[in-house]
């Protein structure tokens, strides 16, 4: 688990990410993401799921192997916490291509949030890669309140992270809050 963005590498190359590694204990960057409803394209600002646990995983792009993976699994494992969290998927990809994925893969219970309009999500949380023009993979547990209680950017891109403390980790947040 790497609380930092500043080793973040594809395999052997280190990649440059823009943006400040977000801190623990601090109020999670207000910013805005898409997600494609049933009424359509929708703005969803980061502070709009306060009031209950938010599980953020990110990912460089779904339609990878890895990226699949990492979705999949979450969405397994959170179901044994009910409703007491939101959990999603943030990436650059369309939210047409978010939404595809997720029926498909029947995998309806992760939020498929975009940050592909505002771009906002990528500098504010720290994981924008630069010279791939996307996200780089880490996972944040964000508390009812906005605060930022568990951080880790994937030292390599290519790695599904460490599940096991990330689900501790939300385990705390709930029994907590």
Not at 10 to 21: E, I, M, Q, Y
Not at 113 to 135: P, W
Request: proline content about 4%; aromatic content about 6%; overall charge negative.
């Amino acid at each position: 688990m790497a609380r930092t963005n500043t080793a973040i590498r594809h395999g052997d190359k280190p990649l440059t990410v823009r943006g400040a590694s977000v801190e623990l204990g601090g109020l999670a960057p207000d910013v805005t993401l898409v997600e494609l409803t049933a009424k359509g394209l929708i703005d969803t600002p980061l502070r709009s799921l306060r009031g209950r646990a938010v599980l953020l995983s990110v990912v460089p792009s779904i339609d990878t192997s890895t990226c699949h993976a990492q979705t999949k699994h979450l969405a397994a494992a959170i179901a044994e916490f009910g409703n007491d969290i939101t959990a999603c998927t943030v990436s650059l990809d369309l939210p047409f291509a978010q939404k595809r994925w997720a029926e498909h893969e029947s995998c309806l219970q992760m939020r498929m949030l975009s940050d592909y309009k505002y771009r906002s999500f990528g500098e504010g949380f720290g994981v924008f890669i630069d010279s791939l023009a996307l996200l780089t993979r880490a996972v944040f547990v964000i508390d009812r309140e906005g605060i930022v209680r568990y951080v880790d950017y994937v030292d390599n891109i290519s790695d599904e992270p460490n599940y096991a403390p990330l689900l501790d980790a939300l385990s705390t947040v709930l029994r907590v809050g």
